[in-house]
Each structure stands twice: as C-alpha cells, then as structure tokens.
C-alpha cells in the first residue's frame, strides 16, 4: 500500500532508519514536496544537503 494510501485512510504515518523514527510532520513534509514535484511546483536544489535544509526550516 503506498503511503498515500495510508494516510488517505487516516492510519499514523511511520518512519524509520538506522538512526530511529521520523516524525509525522518531517514525513508529511516529504509527502508534499513529493506531490509538488510530481506537479511541477517544487523548487530544485542543487545539494541534497539544501533539499534538508529547507524542509527542516519550518
């Protein structure tokens, strides 16, 4: 099931890595920059470092 699909059914989004969980709202945040590129309004980075940068700004 893709995560759209989770979310769609109101289920917790979960996350995780080596490091421990994501939280909801970093994943939520993944998820829309997502949906954006696929629309063609999301912004470029030249540096995965800066995508990082930017998402954790808010």
Do not use: N, W
Not at 17 to 41: P, Q, W
């Amino acid at each position: 099931m893709a995560l759209t699909e989770v979310q769609k059914e109101g289920r917790s989004l979960r996350a995780s890595d080596s490091h421990g969980d994501f939280s909801e709202e970093f994943i939520a945040d993944v998820l829309e920059a997502k949906r954006e590129s696929e629309l063609g309004l999301g912004k470029r980075f030249d540096k995965v470092d800066d995508l990082i940068a930017d998402l954790l700004e808010d």
